[in-house]
């Protein structure tokens, strides 16, 4: 199993452009979750989603879309980048709910928003 | 004030010692869990735990929830320890919340 995979590993983007994130688990897992990571602050929620077609926004949604066409797969979309996305992207998946299930986390997109 | 406070936020120990790092919430929670990241950035869970105590290895975590407490425990540490390691929290809404991390760094 490869796991949680994403990607790019790294990708500078100018003000306004738009990019997706893919991220890909084959793991056959429920639940799939995107965070960022800032420097010195703690991981932050962007979207989860619970399963296929299903998705709800975390803690800081704006500036951000998902889908979940397939169990496999949840993109993050940004449509209109902004400096404060500048930020390291990691994928998180798991087979049960937050409390139930270990989170297998990808190895993370690191972006620069210039 | 964050939901999540850890302490400390950087320790050095030597080769061999006990280490201890502390996790306080401040929001009702479904389970609390310990995660470490390694220098190159990729992050593992280490422990998911709702009451009691888990060990796995040489690390032992522990939660009071009464308290709204948990401790990581790393006994007879190593260099291969140095790693960021964060506490967070989820409910039953799905929703993470994230300490900032204990930076630890185990001199040989």
């Known amino acids: 199993n490869a796991g949680v995979t994403q990607t790019p590993k790294f990708r500078i983007l100018k003000i306004g452009q738009s990019m997706t994130l893919q991220c890909t688990q084959d793991?056959?897992?429920?639940?799939m979750y995107w965070y960022r990571q800032d420097p010195g602050m703690g991981l932050k929620l962007i979207y989860y989603s619970v399963g296929a077609g299903i998705t709800d926004k975390g803690e800081v949604p704006n500036g951000y879309n998902v889908s979940r066409s397939t169990t496999e797969d949840f993109p993050l979309r940004l449509e209109l980048a902004a400096p404060s996305q500048t930020s390291v992207y990691f994928c998180?998946?798991?087979?049960?709910?937050?409390?139930?299930?270990?989170?297998?986390f990808g190895p993370g997109t690191r972006l620069t928003v210039l | 004030k964050n939901e999540v406070e850890q302490s400390p936020q950087n320790l050095t120990a030597q080769e061999g010692e006990f280490i201890t790092i502390n996790c306080s919430y401040s929001?009702?929670?479904?389970?609390l869990h310990w995660l470490q990241q390694h220098p190159g950035g990729g992050i593992v869970s280490l422990f998911m735990l709702s009451s009691g105590k888990k060990k796995h290895g040489r690390l032992i975590a522990t939660i009071n929830i009464q308290e709204k407490h948990s401790s990581l425990h790393i006994t007879a540490s190593h260099p291969r320890d140095s790693a960021v390691y964060i506490c967070a929290v989820s409910n039953t809404g799905n929703q993470f919340y994230f300490g900032t991390g204990t930076s630890l760094t185990v001199i040989p």
């Open positions: 793991m056959n897992h429920n639940y």
């Open positions: 998180a998946s798991s087979l049960g709910g937050a409390g139930t299930d270990t989170q297998y």
């Open positions: 929001v009702g929670i479904s389970a």
